[in-house]
T-cell receptor, first 112, second 113 residues
């Protein structure tokens, strides 16, 4: 079945450094790749997404890259701040099902 | 604007008791609706999704069931809870199947004792 692998499971960085989270997916039909941020006790919130006809997308300090050939996509956060500390999830979806399959999550800690 | 409501926020239930979690969406029509479960320290597991009233797809065989009695209402149920049903249950909605993002509620923390 469909599977999304996410690494690392935990990531600790100093404030101001960059953070990178990587995901791989198994379903070659996947064409939509969102990233979610989940704060404690809350539901995940969409922070950025990318579609299969785009290789890279940037929104201020956040960027996502996609390599469809390798079935890899990554989240890059630059100039990290303590409020970036949260659990981040990648997901992969296909337009013919409307389902999203999520990675296992990455706990990011930004140390002041 | 669209909003999603999920309740209750927390729930403690004994083993063998029934369960009913409710989710409603406002500000949109004919949404796709989803139930996910998040075990402690783990990712989100898709349990059920629905593309219309009365249409339910189950992703994982389990002790739970889902129903969609109205266009913007999604209910997660169980006749007899198991200890392994404990977790964080999230309802989500999406618009259509054309790569639209999912929007999540704030979840229900279920503890089965």
């Amino acid at each position: 079945g469909e599977n999304v692998e996410q690494h690392p499971s935990t990531l600790s960085v100093q404030e101001g450094d960059s953070a990178v989270i990587k995901c791989t997916y198994s379903d070659s039909a996947s064409n939509y790749f969102p990233w979610y941020k989940q704060e404690l006790g809350k539901g995940p919130q969409l922070i950025i997404d990318i579609r299969s006809n785009v290789g890279e997308k940037k929104d201020q300090r956040i960027a996502v890259t996609l390599n469809k050939t390798a079935k890899h996509f990554s989240l890059h956060i630059t100039e990290t701040q303590p409020e970036d500390s949260a659990v981040y999830f990648c997901a992969a979806g296909t337009s013919n099902t409307g389902k999203l399959i999520f990675g296992q999550g990455t706990t990011l800690q930004v140390k002041p | 604007s669209q909003t999603i409501h999920q309740w209750p926020a927390t729930l403690v239930q004994p083993v063998g008791s029934p369960l009913s979690l409710e989710c409603t969406v406002e500000g949109t029509s004919n949404p796709n609706l989803y139930w996910y479960r998040q075990a402690a320290g783990r990712g989100l597991q898709l349990l059920f999704y629905s593309v219309g009233i009365g249409q339910i797809s189950s992703e994982v065989p389990q002790n739970l069931s889902a129903s969609r009695p109205q266009d913007r209402q999604f209910i997660l149920s169980s006749k007899k809870l198991l200890l392994s049903d404990s977790g964080f249950y999230l309802c989500a909605w999406g618009q259509g199947i054309s790569q639209a993002p999912l929007h999540f509620g704030n979840g229900t923390r279920l503890t089965v004792t």
